[in-house]
């Protein structure tokens, strides 16, 4: 089955040609941003489309707005285009809407576009659009006249801004998911089964966990992170989320996952025992380091172990002496590391650097 490899593109909310009424020569009145759900009969869909020329077209656009200075003292950017009658205050209805949801210092990087559905397919390079995202940039329509709440579809695009301003490693959050989130619904396991394909923008869109991310955003918006009764028409139902993938996203963006964690741990071998084990959880998915290292020098092995006694991975020589050993983490949610004594010495520090 051809694939298509995108990365880093924008994210596009995209409709079937019998959801899109034909926009009209006089545009809609710009709507305050009321969070009611996707009400679509599954006819909204999600792929990656490129945007060449949007800079260029945002710039040459008609808008008013900009910084607002939000109840909570943050900044939001958000530009309304000129077609809509310039309201005030609900531009700032807007600013706000942006600000109340849940989020991190990425809020502050973001500009917000808002226009009718017939600029927002200018700007997205599409007919079939109703919201894109790509950079720092988000478009999205400013009210239903595409039978869809335009605050459901801001919620959309703004998991893609979430995600484009968080680490995954050694996978791309935007493609793939954040890191919690993406380890709670075992994102990993499903690429290796072929069944899930990040930052597709083809056929396959349906099953790209970028938009399943995105989408997960919007249901923990619109249910409160219950994950109770919401539509879920634009992404495979196998990525549905529950209210413990919601609570792993939620946790993504208030406490963004940094850095991979390191522990150093001083052991011995018991008396005349060649062979040292313990167990450790791995809660999320991602690349393991392992490193045995002994005084003074030495030949002590290492091996990761599964919880049925498979070998994962065998220590090999490192350039700083002692014998390391690489591993990714792809589902198992506990590992055993085992040593075996080659020298005399019975101390020995491991060292593990895990997700």
Request: hydrophobic fraction near 40%; charge should be positive; proline fraction near 6%.
């Amino acid at each position: 089955m051809k694939r298509k490899k995108a990365r880093l593109l924008p994210a596009a909310i995209v409709l079937s040609a019998l959801a899109v009424p034909t926009a009209s020569a006089a545009a809609p009145m710009l709507e305050p941003p009321t969070v009611t759900g996707f009400g679509g009969g599954g006819l909204v869909a999600t792929r990656t489309v490129r945007l060449d020329a949007a800079p260029r077209r945002l710039a040459t656009a008609s808008w008013w707005g900009g910084k607002y200075t939000v109840a909570s003292g943050e900044t939001v950017t958000v530009y309304i285009s000129r077609a809509y009658p310039e309201v005030d205050s609900i531009g700032r209805q807007w600013a706000e809407f942006f600000a109340g949801l849940v989020h991190g210092s990425e809020l502050g990087l973001m500009t917000a576009y808002v226009a009718p559905l017939a600029e927002v397919q200018e700007l997205c390079e599409s007919e079939f659009v109703i919201g894109c995202y790509w950079g720092q940039t988000l478009v999205t329509v400013g009210d239903s006249s595409a039978g869809e709440s335009p605050a459901s579809v801001a919620a959309h695009e703004y998991g893609h801004h979430i995600a484009r301003n968080r680490n995954n490693p050694p996978w791309s959050a935007i493609d793939w998911g954040t890191k919690r989130w993406a380890s709670a619904m075992g994102i990993c396991g499903l690429v290796a089964k072929g069944v899930a394909f990040p930052g597709d923008e083809g056929e396959n869109y349906a099953f790209n966990p970028g938009e399943a991310f995105a989408e997960s955003y919007r249901v923990l918006i619109e249910t409160n992170g219950t994950g109770l009764a919401y539509d879920w028409p634009i992404v495979d139902p196998s990525f549905r989320p529950d209210a413990r993938a919601l609570a792993a996203l939620r946790e993504d963006v208030l406490h963004p996952w940094a850095e991979p964690v390191s522990r150093t741990i001083r052991a011995r071998f018991a008396s005349k025992r060649r062979s040292w084990s313990a167990s450790f959880a791995t809660p999320l998915d991602g690349d393991l380091q392992v490193a045995v290292t002994v005084p003074g020098g030495g030949t002590d092995d290492v091996s990761l172990i599964s919880s049925d006694g498979t070998t994962l991975a065998r220590g090999t020589w490192s350039s700083s002496g002692g014998k390391s050993l690489g591993y990714r983490v792809c589902g198992s949610r506990s590992v055993r590391v085992r040593v075996i004594r080659r020298g005399v010495s019975a101390r020995f520090t491991l060292r593990i650097t895990a997700p």
